[in-house]
């Protein structure tokens, strides 16, 4: 079955940097687009970042210019390198990935930006 599992959030200060990463297993990770999404307390899931299967990204405009993702087919991985942190980044970020519109998550990564 798919799994997906999250690592690399923590407490930062403004300003600062985190890199998250997720590994996957249970499918052909290589074939398909991966995404993250936060939570904010209060506040819908949204997603932050994609890659596609062949490379190409997106971001949300909170975060064009701030953040980047990447993946490597050959380890499983997808990173989410995020710089310039403000407090509103603050949230539990998630690993995603959609087959056939159903969608799976990892357990989430908490991120809390404060001084």
């Known amino acids: 079955q798919v799994q997906l599992v999250e690592s690399g959030g923590g407490l930062v200060q403004p300003g600062g940097s985190l890199r998250l990463s997720c590994v996957a297993s249970g499918f052909i990770f290589s074939t398909y687009d991966m995404n993250w999404y936060r939570q904010a307390p209060g506040k819908e899931r949204e997603l932050v970042a994609r890659i596609t299967d062949t490379g190409t990204t997106n971001y949300a405009d909170s975060v064009k210019g701030r953040f980047s993702i990447s993946r490597d087919n050959a380890k499983r991985m997808v990173y989410l390198q995020m710089n310039s942190l403000k407090s509103d980044d603050t949230a539990i970020y998630y690993c995603?990935?959609?087959?056939?519109?159903?969608?799976?998550w990892g357990q989430g990564t908490q991120v809390t930006v404060s001084s």
């Open positions: 995603n990935v959609r087959q056939f519109n159903h969608d799976s």
